[in-house]
């Protein structure tokens, strides 16, 4: 794995440190046993782990649902001549053969927080972006890393040569993609974070851009979606009333970073003040889910040293009304978000079984919009550890579907399961 030293490594242990720290509260619906262990929850009902054909993947996974249920899962794979970024599409529920996005000996940039990431434009085309060091003039990676972009248009039997999606290649880093799909106009909106403007360890600032994808031709609309934001938390895109909108962790000059929404036309929106000050970036980025009439976004914070799993929902207004704490405590974060109908979400988190310890799991239960929590559930065990990555949800026809990296096994690999959304206990009124 090529390792950077980023401000990534530098937030990541300020965030460990500051959950491990952290005093221990109510959990959802369980207390710690003696000794401070939380019992596992039961099993997902009716859980099916599924098989992706070929060598599978190792880390990295990035689960995106595109029209028609189609899913496209990427993730970092082995070969004997290098890592590559590899992608399986999903159709009817069948995984096909994957495909290689990248060829070894690219310097791609192999990172358990900023991942690959693919969507069809239609039936045919694909986008794939991923991070990748920066080269010299003899080719051989240096400091910084930045995002390519290559696409097919014969699903993802060729590809085209790869470019960078943003115009500025200086600066330390660029990454953490989110892409959402415009159906009507066959195109794609790339969010992501910008260091034009940073110099990692010796300040400067993240910026938040986007631009629009189309399967030929560069990018277009380039936008300054916000100038200041937390360096290295995930993004999280989606249509919100037919315009592409996306979720991420703000910061201020105060060094508060609490999650807003935004746009390519329009302001920042932030979602609640939680007033969390954190010298450092958590590498926690939130998850935001809207269907025809409702809007969710679940994120991580840890305010007042209390670490916990927060979601709020939107009225029709658009203004987002006060979060329900999902889990508090023992919460990692890590979050994922999805409606299975029009009234309730489905949030995976993940959880401490003991609080600062490793031993940790994936979890999900459903939400009403009054806030009512479902019980919950474990998807599977885990760590609390970089190699353990960010679990992955989406939703797919009848249809919960996960992703995630299986670190019990040795070398690690990409576990995929599903379940249907209606097996999942709602919320008892």
Not at 210 to 230: F, H, M, W, Y
Not at 292 to 298: E, G, M, R, S
Request: charged share 20%; with cysteine.
């Amino acid at each position: 794995m090529i390792v950077q030293e980023s401000v990534i490594g530098r937030s990541l242990g300020l965030a460990l440190i500051l959950m491990s720290a952290s005093s221990c509260g109510k959990s959802g619906q369980q207390h710690a046993r003696a000794g401070g262990e939380l019992p596992p929850h039961p099993t997902v009902p009716g859980l099916t782990m599924q098989t992706l054909p070929g060598d599978g993947l190792r880390e990295s996974p990035r689960l995106l649902a595109g029209t028609k249920n189609q899913l496209f899962l990427t993730g970092i794979a082995a070969t004997p001549a290098g890592d590559v970024v590899r992608l399986y599409r999903s159709e009817a529920g069948t995984w096909q053969h994957p495909v290689e996005v990248t060829s070894p000996g690219r310097p791609v940039f192999v990172n358990w927080a900023d991942t690959p990431a693919a969507l069809g434009f239609d039936d045919t085309s694909i986008v794939a972006v991923w991070p990748e060091r920066f080269v010299d003039n003899e080719n051989q990676p240096t400091q910084g890393y930045g995002l390519r972009m290559s696409r097919s248009r014969d699903r993802g039997n060729t590809w085209d040569d790869p470019m960078y999606l943003h115009t500025h290649i200086g600066g330390p880093e660029y990454g953490f993609v989110s892409l959402v799909l415009q159906a009507k106009t066959s195109s794609i909106t790339a969010f992501w974070l910008d260091g034009r403007d940073s110099q990692g360890h010796d300040g400067g600032q993240m910026q938040l851009r986007s631009a629009v994808l189309t399967a030929s031709g560069p990018p277009s609309k380039r936008t300054q979606v916000d100038p200041r934001v937390c360096d290295c938390c995930q993004t999280s895109a989606d249509l919100v009333g037919g315009q592409s909108l996306v979720a991420y962790r703000d910061r201020s000059d105060a060094e508060i970073r609490d999650i807003a929404l935004a746009g390519a036309g329009g302001p920042p929106t932030n979602i609640h003040d939680d007033a969390w000050k954190f010298a450092g970036c958590p590498v926690n980025g939130p998850a935001l889910a809207a269907n025809d009439y409702h809007t969710a976004i679940a994120w991580f914070t840890a305010a007042g040293d209390n670490p916990r799993v927060q979601l709020a929902f939107a009225d029709p207004s658009g203004s987002f009304g006060e979060p329900v704490v999902v889990h508090r405590g023992q919460a990692i974060g890590r979050v994922a978000l999805a409606w299975v109908d029009q009234s309730h979400v489905a949030i995976t988190y993940v959880e401490a079984r003991v609080a600062g310890g490793e031993r940790a799991q994936i979890v999900v239960r459903l939400v009403d919009r009054q806030g009512q929590l479902g019980p919950a559930f474990q998807v599977a065990d885990t760590e609390n550890s970089r190699a353990a990555g960010f679990p992955q949800m989406v939703r797919s026809g009848a249809d919960l579907v996960w992703a995630w990296t299986d670190v019990s096994q040795d070398p690690p690999r990409v576990v995929v399961a599903k379940t249907g959304a209606t097996k999942l206990a709602k919320p008892s009124v």
